[in-house]
């Protein structure tokens, strides 16, 4: 008898304020409604000991390497515990953030050298990246305005300046430009249901799906 299929990892990233949070609620129903078992999760977290380094990271003053390491030290955890052990069943996982954002944030972002989150990648996760990774690609005013509007209390990354959010933008974007076949840019301008429904073709149109 053949072993279940091995789950896909979808990963969802963009700077503050895009739209991932909506877009990853409509993909999934989308993929339950196909028949598929999906779990939803996030980065920094996924898992009780990540969660607590989430708190950390989103409210702590740090050493730029202080936090790779940790943003990295909660992946390690969320890989181990949740993210392979589903994949493994069979289960389809969407992460909102993965080791681009680390590498959009730390060194776009803070100017940390490309090299150490390279080295980081490779100790945590040697070989292995998302099937697909969607960016939310949308200009700094936009995504501020949205931020604005949802009211809540700016964390530690979303009080930095517009600099930090444009070169966290050009980050995303150049990496996106890298590797074509694993990421979908997309206008995180438009109507939810637009880009829920480019997000469903970008899936279709996969060999592996
Ligand atoms: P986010 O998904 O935006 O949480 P929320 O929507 O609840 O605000 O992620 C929290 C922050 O963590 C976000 O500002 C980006 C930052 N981050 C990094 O700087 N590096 C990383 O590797 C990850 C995963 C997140």
């Not at 050298?113 to 949308?138: I, S």
């Not at 509007?149 to 959010?165: L, Q, S, V």
């Not at 444009?166 to 990421?183: C, I, K, N, Q």
């Amino acid at each position: 008898m053949n072993a279940k299929p091995r789950g896909r990892f979808i990963t969802f990233e963009g700077i503050d304020g895009a739209g991932k949070s909506t877009q990853i609620a409509l993909l999934a129903d989308a993929l339950r409604a196909r028949g598929r078992e999906v779990l939803r999760t996030r980065e920094p977290g996924g898992t009780e000991l990540g969660e607590k380094l989430r708190g950390l990271l989103l409210g702590m003053d740090m050493h730029p390497d202080t936090e790779a390491m940790l943003m990295f030290a909660a992946r390690r955890e969320h890989l181990a515990a949740v993210i392979d052990p589903a994949l493994a069943a069979g289960v389809w996982v969407l992460s909102d953030r993965f080791s681009d954002a680390t590498h959009a944030y730390q060194v776009g972002g803070r100017g940390l050298a490309a090299a150490r989150c390279d080295a980081l990648e490779a100790w945590v996760h040697p070989g292995f990246a998302p099937d697909l990774t969607f960016l939310l690609d949308m200009p700094l005013e936009s995504a501020t305005a949205r931020l604005a509007a949802a009211g809540a209390a700016p964390d530690r990354f979303e009080r930095e300046r517009r600099g930090f959010f444009a070169r966290v933008r050009a980050a995303y974007l150049d990496r996106a430009r890298r590797e074509p076949a694993r990421f979908r840019v997309l206008d995180a301008t438009r109507e939810p249901e637009t880009i829920a429904a480019e997000i469903a073709a970008g899936i279709d149109e996969k060999t592996w799906q």
